[in-house]
């Protein structure tokens, strides 16, 4: 009976943690459900990106670079994978004014598992990608991009796995930096941009000096725009299962990570 | 439905070792209303979060609704309610949403919940506000609301942190009446923390005195008082006769101290009597009897503020001073 160890006794199985996180998902979704003209905004964004930066890529860069694809064909899962990073990487600071009053502690204190908390925000963010993904692809097909819906679907899901990933390291960074909140935006802002450009989104790596090849590698990003490409262009192979392996490890790495920040704050 | 046994919480704040609570021994049977009350930082707080499982302890047990809570925390979880010191409601949510989603995450099916939400909707007098979003409602509703949902899943143990600090006075007699229509209906276990000794004092039958980490006194606010403070009683006779009262008066304060302080040729003597209500006459009379009649009585009930200064010295509101 008597307690001895730091250890976490809470073992909650997938069952228990899939059911959490289907109300965990489902009260975050309300925000934007009631309020729907924050999701006009949300899709139009990567319109504009798409519209903006798109002809100037391929103006700039030129079309040797994208491995023989149309610029559109290699830009756009590119732009998809953008939205999921920082849709994503911003699950703690929706959290960071449920800290600040007592909502996060009520919910805290309810029977719901530590890991749906975080699943569940971060599946909020990455739920309007799939809308998202799918209108700038229909958009994109009178313009010469050659749409694989199926494809597109396993690379929104694996995008899906990732995001739980990095929403739950978000989530976890929202609470390590609870009552300093520059810094979730000083850390986040400062891992976003390197971990984007290191990982081609923007512009091809292949085009980069080798030391940032080199760095690229390292970057679980990298894979995933690597899978998202393969599979935009309809194919699936070694890139997709790459992906999917980055996206898992993320996941893995990123809950264990949150689940350690809750419990921290209990002891 | 509460038993602990020695529980402990030290935390560890820039390599220093707080004890914030040191070893509590507390039980509480089904249907009680107890209050923790102490100073800000005695240990109340971080004692209701262990108990809620929103703290590990470092040492010692606890059984809440018979459950451990080392064990099986999502278990406690699942069979209290808990009403924190901040605000649940999320801003941006409506009220209703946030409450019935409350019901779902203690597993009420959603007729249940929203069945549940419009009845503590209506008992809360927040029928009106039921669309409106959090941050639009007054502190006092956004209390409510709290209220409400601890409530969702009606628990049979609910806990409340500082129920009604920064409430203005209207709205702390409101909610009271909420809470007590709620126990005398429902039979709820309630156990609340508070450092408003009045509030203690009047709404709860049973009061835990924490100080420093430790239990200090545990019993009736009633039966506190009377044991440990005693009712205040000044006197005033003419300065030339109160030499023939004193030692009188020393012996009704039965070892109690005694104040004396004079001025415009009376004196005014200051002491504490039990039972000073059915004494008081009595005394009157013997310092009649002794020639010293009193020109002035004052007598004043004692308040937990008397019963905290005689067991540490030092006024509840003079807070955590060490």
């Not at chain 1, 984007?196 to 679980?220: H, Q, R, Y």
């Amino acid at each position: 009976m008597a307690v001895q160890s730091t250890e976490v006794l809470e073992k909650p199985g997938l069952v228990q943690i899939l059911h959490d996180t289907r109300f965990v998902f489902w009260r975050e979704m309300l925000l934007p459900l009631r309020d729907p003209f924050s999701l006009v905004f949300s899709l139009l964004q990567p319109l504009v990106f798409l519209g903006l930066f798109g002809p100037l890529l391929g103006a700039a860069v030129g079309a040797p670079a994208f491995g023989g694809q149309s610029t559109l064909q290699w830009f756009l899962p590119g732009v998809v994978v953008m939205i999921a990073l920082f849709g994503t990487s911003m699950t703690g600071s929706n959290l960071q004014y449920e800290l600040m009053t007592g909502s996060y502690e009520r919910i805290l204190a309810t029977p719901l598992s530590r890991s749906s908390l975080m699943i569940g925000r971060a599946l909020k963010e990455w739920a309007p990608l799939v809308v998202q993904g799918l209108l700038i692809a229909l958009v994109c097909i009178p313009f010469g991009f050659v749409f694989y819906p199926l494809h597109v679907l396993f690379g929104l899901v694996i995008l899906g796995i990732f995001g739980i990933g990095l929403g739950a390291l978000s989530y976890a960074l929202a609470l390590v930096s609870q009552n300093k909140e520059w810094i979730f935006w000083g850390v986040q802002q400062t891992l976003l941009f390197p971990l984007m450009i290191l990982s081609g989104i923007m512009l091809p790596i292949e085009a980069g000096p080798d030391w940032m090849k080199t760095a690229s590698l390292f970057n679980p990003l990298t894979y995933l725009v690597n899978a998202e490409r393969e599979l935009f262009a309809g194919s699936v192979g070694t890139d997709t299962l790459l992906g999917l392996l980055a996206a898992s490890v993320t996941a893995a790495v990123g809950l264990v990570v949150g689940v350690r920040a809750i419990n921290r704050n209990i002891n | 439905m509460i038993h602990t046994d020695k529980l402990t919480k030290t935390f560890t704040v820039k390599k220093e070792t707080v004890e914030a609570v040191k070893g509590v021994d507390i039980d509480v049977a089904p249907g009680e209303l107890v209050a923790f009350l102490g100073p800000n930082g005695a240990g109340k707080s971080t004692t209701l979060r262990m108990l809620t499982t929103l703290l590990r302890p470092t040492s010692g047990t606890a059984t809440v609704a018979g459950v451990d809570v080392a064990a099986d925390p999502a278990g406690v979880r699942a069979r209290i309610g808990y009403i924190g010191q901040g605000n649940g409601g999320g801003h941006s949510f409506r009220v209703i949403d946030e409450l019935i989603m409350q019901g779902r995450f203690y597993g009420m099916n959603s007729t249940d919940a929203a069945a549940r939400a419009q009845e503590l909707l209506t008992s809360m007098d927040l029928a009106d506000l039921a669309k409106r979003t959090v941050v639009k409602l007054s502190g006092g509703q956004r209390r409510r609301m709290d209220v409400a949902l601890g409530l969702m899943h009606s628990p049979r143990l609910l806990f409340l942190d500082e129920p009604s600090t920064g409430m203005d006075p209207q709205n702390r007699a409101n909610l009271w009446n909420h809470i007590m229509r709620l126990r005398a209906e429902h039979g709820t276990t309630i156990v609340l923390t508070t450092h408003y000794m009045d509030e203690a004092d009047s709404m709860s039958e049973r009061v835990i005195v924490i100080d420093h980490g430790q239990i200090i006194a545990d019993d009736t606010a009633a039966r506190l008082k009377a044991n440990l403070a005693g009712d205040l009683l000044a006197v005033e006779v003419a300065a030339d006769s109160a030499a023939g009262v004193r030692g009188l008066l020393r012996r009704a304060a039965a070892g109690g101290e005694v104040n004396e302080n004079s001025y415009d040729g009376v004196v005014r003597f200051r002491l504490r009597l039990t039972e000073g209500a059915r004494l008081a006459p009595v005394l009157l009379q013997q310092m009649n009897d002794a020639g010293a009649p009193a020109q002035s009585l004052e007598l004043k009930p004692p308040t937990l503020d008397d019963v905290f200064l005689e067991l540490t010295g030092r006024n509840l509101r003079e807070g955590a001073n060490r």
